[in-house]
């Protein structure tokens, strides 16, 4: 089983990085894990916002196989408690595919093609976190769930 | 106008610190704004969750005044999201108090002293996030508000 967190353009923020580095190096006693970022797209600016989705959306797909696992983080989705999460998790493994992707869209979100591919939507909170932030909080939440998943004690910290 | 995020204990992860002190910089551009940590309590390995909850409760009631606003970041709170919240905010500065306090409790939550005084609480999440991590998010979270407030963009970048 391989877990991938797939996004668009780099971190931007040294303390950002080094808080991914800290949870992705946790999380590998557990799972295996990786974080793929992608390019931004170039000469966004002369793009409406629709067309930055779509190629963005491409380069998610190009990346995906049909028999993966896809699962949006996405203001839409449904949430979940960090017990519900670490369950929802659990029921994606059991699942059986080999490859869970975990997207992060741009700052517009994901094109039409990407909800038609998905397999999950999560939101993490109703409110808006920076598309580089969200990457953190979400890596620290995929930890928190797999030593809940193991029955050990760092949720309660 | 004051507002302070009250909370206890050392953050302890210097790019959990870096990052709060990016968008405390930020903040303070619209609004004055401290971060005022309290100690941890003493010798806590030797006393109950009840008892560390009721002596972090009356560290923080030492340092609010009686028309003082007390707020709340609360897994038992309202969500908002990020229009909404900055709408909240607004209401908050309405009230014409001089100081809103933002409390973060320790792992064991708030005792109910605190409860009982609070004006309102807020959720960030369904989700646990570390009490230290939840520091960064809201700092982030009403960086962003005054940006909405103010009509900025950052909140769609």
């Known amino acids: 089983m391989q877990l991938t967190l797939l996004c668009i353009g780099k971190?931007?923020?040294s303390f950002l990085e080094q808080g991914e580095l800290e949870y992705m190096k946790r999380l590998s006693h557990y799972v295996s894990f990786d974080m793929v970022v992608l390019p931004d797209?170039?000469?966004a600016k002369s793009l409406s916002e629709e067309q930055i989705k779509v190629r963005e959306g491409q380069q998610f797909l190009d990346k995906i196989q049909p028999q993966d696992t896809v699962l949006l983080l996405d203001e839409r989705g449904k949430q979940f408690d960090s017990l519900e999460f670490s369950n929802y998790i659990q029921e994606q493994?059991?699942?059986g595919g080999?490859?869970?992707f975990f997207l992060v869209g741009g700052p517009y979100g994901f094109s039409e093609a990407i909800y038609q591919r998905a397999?999950?939507?999560i939101s993490l909170s109703k409110m808006t976190f920076s598309h580089q932030m969200i990457r953190l909080f979400f890596i620290e939440q995929l930890y928190r769930a797999m030593t809940i998943l193991k029955g050990e004690p760092y949720h309660h910290r």
């Open 98 to 100: 080999k490859h869970i």
């Open 93 to 95: 493994f059991n699942r």
């Open 119 to 121: 397999n999950g939507k």
């Open 41 to 43: 797209i170039k000469q």
């Open 11 to 13: 971190t931007g923020k």
